[in-house]
């Protein structure tokens, strides 16, 4: 990592730092000048991009683990479902973190903000993807959830009267935007008179009545792959031999064959072979003769055992020890991307492609 992007605690707050490094990253992603006139898209390499954004979100996702995440785990009963708090939250920072302290992204475009209270912004987020996924609703519903709750409440307070005594009718008189079938539909869910089932049915709620207009935003994941994340995938993928791509690409669903495969069953396998014997690190580990594969394919110990006599095998430790590192290698790259980046239909036809090479180029 050059000095440039590194953090030094009694030269810069976190706030200045993330500041000026994010400025860089956005920089970088639009391909001109930072403000210190240098073209870090060109004088960076592919690798030494993906390190620092992956340096920067790790320490963002550090900070809100201390701070913003404490906070709102303290505040909310998530329970059983913490973990997926967390989670959230990872992926509501990853998406969001070069907005932060962006110039068109600020009311004020003078006034610059705290990096906490960036986090604290984004916490909001967060807390609806969880409790949308705990109330098995979608993100807008769950925010129409939230106003209307909040406004209940409000009334109450103001009225001086039991929350249960609010009507739907005096929350349309507030909330003109949302019907009073619709309000009403929702409280009857949330006060337990009604399932999620009946929520979501076609006669539960009017129309479209329910989404974010003022937010809404077309989902291309499924039809367009960001160039960015294309271009993460290809410099990840191309920093592995072929033998670690191979796993890495398993793992991601590219082959159900190997997928389902036992140590002893890709010890043998032509293509698996090939591929070891080409590689100067791992041939060494192919050795010949007897080999039994048991419950193939995984499936139940009724199964017959099959016995090979004097073939051609790879060492079992060289599978085990790839499955696990590619395992690894993907739960590194899913710090920086969310799952949908990850696993969108579009990304798993690229990895396909990068898949159909490897297969060709070793049959």
Not at 57 to 72: F, N, R, V
Not at 143 to 160: E, G, H, P, V
Not at 222 to 251: C, H, P, S
Not at 337 to 348: A, F, H, Q, R, Y
């Amino acid at each position: 990592m050059r000095t440039t992007f590194s953090f030094n605690s009694n030269i810069e707050t976190l706030s200045d730092y993330m500041t000026r490094v994010i400025a860089i990253l956005r920089a970088i992603r639009d391909n001109v000048p930072a403000a210190d006139g240098i073209d870090y898209s060109v004088e960076l390499t592919d690798a030494e991009k993906l390190e620092l954004h992956q340096r920067v979100l790790t320490m963002a996702i550090d900070e809100m683990e201390k701070t913003a995440g404490k906070h709102c785990l303290f505040k909310h009963d998530f329970g059983q479902d913490r973990e997926d708090f967390i989670s959230n939250f990872k992926i509501v920072i990853a998406g969001n973190l070069l907005s932060f302290n962006d110039s068109d992204h600020l009311e004020d475009g003078e006034k610059q903000y705290q990096f906490t209270t960036f986090l604290k912004h984004l916490s909001s987020e967060a807390v609806v993807l969880t409790y949308a996924g705990i109330h098995g609703i979608t993100k807008d519903v769950e925010k129409k959830f939230n106003l209307i709750l909040s406004t209940r409440r409000k009334l109450a307070k103001t009225k001086q009267i039991d929350i249960y005594e609010v009507t739907p009718e005096m929350i349309h008189e507030v909330r003109e935007e949302i019907s009073v079938r619709d309000i009403k539909a929702v409280m009857d869910y949330l006060d337990g008179r009604m399932s999620v089932d009946q929520l979501m049915d076609e006669d539960g709620l009017e129309g479209d009545a329910f989404e974010d207009k003022n937010n809404e935003e077309p989902d291309l994941r499924n039809e367009i792959m960001d160039i960015n994340v294309e271009r993460l995938f290809d410099t990840f993928l191309g920093k592995l031999t072929d033998v670690e791509k191979f796993f890495a690409l398993i793992e991601v669903g590219c082959s159900e064959k190997y997928e389902t495969m036992t140590v002893s069953q890709f010890s043998v396998d032509s293509l698996f072979l090939n591929m070891i014997a080409a590689d100067e690190k791992y041939a060494k580990n192919i050795q010949v003769g007897d080999v039994v594969i048991k419950r193939p394919n995984r499936h139940s110990y009724t199964d017959r055992d099959v016995a090979l006599k004097d073939v051609k095998y790879v060492a079992g430790n060289v599978v085990r020890y790839q499955r696990e590192q590619s395992r690894s290698r993907w739960s590194k790259l899913a710090a920086v991307l969310s799952e949908e980046d990850i696993t969108g239909n579009k990304s798993v036809e690229h990895f396909q492609g990068k898949w159909n090479e490897l297969v060709e180029k070793y049959n």
